[in-house]
């Protein structure tokens, strides 16, 4: 059985006033009924001061970015270490925001990938298709590739210490989600890919969905068998709303 996650992905969004308020409402909302494990991924910036939050609570904590370097001489980075040492559990990697604003390419994705892993924390890779590419039919050959390019640097096995998050770029922050069965195709698409590979890694992998999550179609798209979640980004700011989304996992 996979434990379903979702993960809220604040972006550049929030103030310590307004963080430590949804904070903690999703504390008081978590009482141990929810079966999903639950993630909010803030602003570097404001890290240490939500992991002092949730200290001893059900709510975890991810990076949104990370540096490809160890240390050393690279102005406004921040390293794998230092997310470790403020007590993150995740990271985010290849947001498509920064695919595409901050150029990052497949070479670089692979060594952020690596460089999380090799700090113990979890990496949350982030694949998807833009509008284009679903028009021209080259949905699995983007996504293979993104994948593809990690796990030649990385190796496979890395994949059962991974969670992998499908996002169509089309459909974040656009209101427009991926029907379940578009989520589903592609979600089995991956892991079946993974399988090819290893059959063992395939079964255990979080494959979750991003993109226009709310509401009111997380229970249908987190009901897809391969859907082990979502990764949220609007509806993750209010608390109410990222509450009933991840009531909706599970
Ligand atoms: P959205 O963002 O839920 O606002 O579409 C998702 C994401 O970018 O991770």
């Not at 890290?47 to 990370?66: C, F, S, W, Y």
């Not at 499908?166 to 029907?179: H, L, Q, R, S």
């Not at 590979?197 to 079964?203: E, F, K, L, Q």
Request: charged share 20%; aromatic share 4%; hydrophobic share 45%.
């Amino acid at each position: 059985m996979r434990r379903p996650i979702v993960v809220g992905n604040w972006k550049m969004h929030g103030s310590r006033a307004e963080n430590t308020a949804l904070v903690e409402h999703l504390i008081q909302g978590l009482d141990g009924r929810q079966a999903a494990e639950v993630i909010v991924c803030p602003p570097h910036v404001y890290l240490q001061e939500v992991v002092r939050q949730t200290k001893d609570t059900l709510l975890h904590v991810g990076a949104q970015n990370v540096a490809t370097e160890p240390s050393g001489a690279h102005t406004g980075e921040v390293s794998a270490a230092m997310l470790k040492d403020v007590g993150c559990r995740y990271v985010i990697v290849a947001h498509s925001e920064r695919r595409t604003l901050y150029r990052e390419d497949d070479a670089m994705v692979a060594r952020k990938f690596r460089a999380v892993l090799s700090h113990g924390l979890t990496p949350i890779l982030c694949v998807g298709e833009t509008l284009d590419e679903r028009e021209n039919g080259t949905t699995e050959a983007v996504i293979a590739r993104q994948i593809e390019s990690v796990v030649a640097v990385a190796g496979i096995d890395t994949l059962a210490h991974a969670v992998i998050a499908y996002e169509p770029v089309w459909a974040i922050g656009t209101g427009k989600n991926a029907t379940p069965d578009e989520a589903q195709a592609v979600h089995r698409f991956i892991r079946d890919r993974i399988a090819s590979r290893d059959g063992n890694i395939a079964a255990g992998l979080r494959i979750l969905y991003g993109g226009s999550v709310k509401a009111g179609n997380a229970a249908e798209l987190f009901a897809m068998p391969d859907v082990d979640g979502g990764l949220v980004g609007g509806a993750s700011l209010k608390g109410d709303e990222f509450m009933d989304i991840c009531a909706a996992a599970g």
